[in-house]
């Protein structure tokens, strides 16, 4: 079965500076995605950041850039210029998709809470 | 597209009563989860289904627990009878593996949860 790990329950980050969540999953399949969902005090599940694992480039979303290491099984995402809207729980997750189509649900990490300080 | 509706937002209830919760998908999606989140356990996927079959239902804790999907834009998850231990905000989610990837294939966008509790 694939299991998701993030490390750290909780960061702390300076408004406008950068800070970096890490993620570790481990699996035995080769195709697959990996996601990073963001989940503010209201609750909303909300999607940051996606990396198929067949592609090398890593992923980018204005502020919000991936370090993909397919060989380590880690994935953790970087915020710059932290901004007091980005505090939040995030979410690492895993995807594993079938090679004749189709896919599984998606396999959640614990979460890390993120705080930003003004 | 109004996103995944889910309902009720919140229920309060009584140990013993049944529980349904309802679920609207995005159109024209053919995946639909359901998860359920507590402080403990964190996020577990229960059930989902593909084309309104269910794929997998390992994750549904007991029998108390059952889940429908009667045509492509509803499902129920119903908890009959519920339990204390049953409180939790549960998620419906769905997506499709058919759209074009840059339009965001096999992504899951989630509804607002429905919040349960049972006293």
């Known amino acids: 079965a694939q299991t998701v790990t993030q490390s750290q329950p909780e960061m702390s980050v300076q408004e406008a500076e950068t800070v970096t969540l890490s993620c570790t999953y481990d699996?035995?399949?080769?195709?697959?995605?990996l996601f990073w969902y963001k989940q503010p005090p209201s609750r909303q599940m909300i999607l940051v950041i996606r990396q198929e694992a067949y592609k090398q480039q890593n992923a980018t979303e204005n502020r919000f850039s991936v370090n993909f290491q397919k060989a380590a099984k880690s994935f953790s995402l970087k915020i710059s210029d932290s901004q007091l809207g980005d505090a939040a729980m995030y979410f690492c997750a895993y995807r594993h998709m079938y090679s004749g189509g189709g896919a599984d649900g998606l396999t959640f990490g614990k979460g890390t809470h993120l705080i930003i300080q003004p | 597209d109004a996103g995944v509706i889910q309902s009720p937002r919140h229920e309060v209830t009584e140990m013993g009563q049944e529980v349904t919760l309802r679920c609207k998908p995005i159109?024209?999606?053919?995946?639909l989860f359901w998860y359920r989140q507590t402080m403990m356990r964190g996020l577990e996927l229960l059930i989902y289904?593909?084309?309104?079959?269910?794929?997998?239902d390992s994750g549904m804790p007991e029998d108390r627990f059952s889940a429908k999907m009667p045509n492509a834009s509803f499902s129920t998850l119903k908890i009959q009878p519920s339990e204390p231990r049953d409180s939790a905000v549960y998620f419906c989610?769905?997506?499709?593996?058919?759209?074009?990837?840059?339009?965001?294939?096999?992504?899951?966008?989630f509804g607002a949860g429905s919040r349960l509790t049972v006293l």
């Open positions: 289904f593909n084309n309104n079959v269910p794929i997998d």
């Open positions: 699996t035995s399949e080769s195709d697959y995605y």
């Open positions: 159109s024209g999606h053919d995946y």
């Open positions: 989610a769905s997506s499709s593996g058919t759209l074009p990837d840059l339009s965001g294939a096999n992504v899951l966008t």
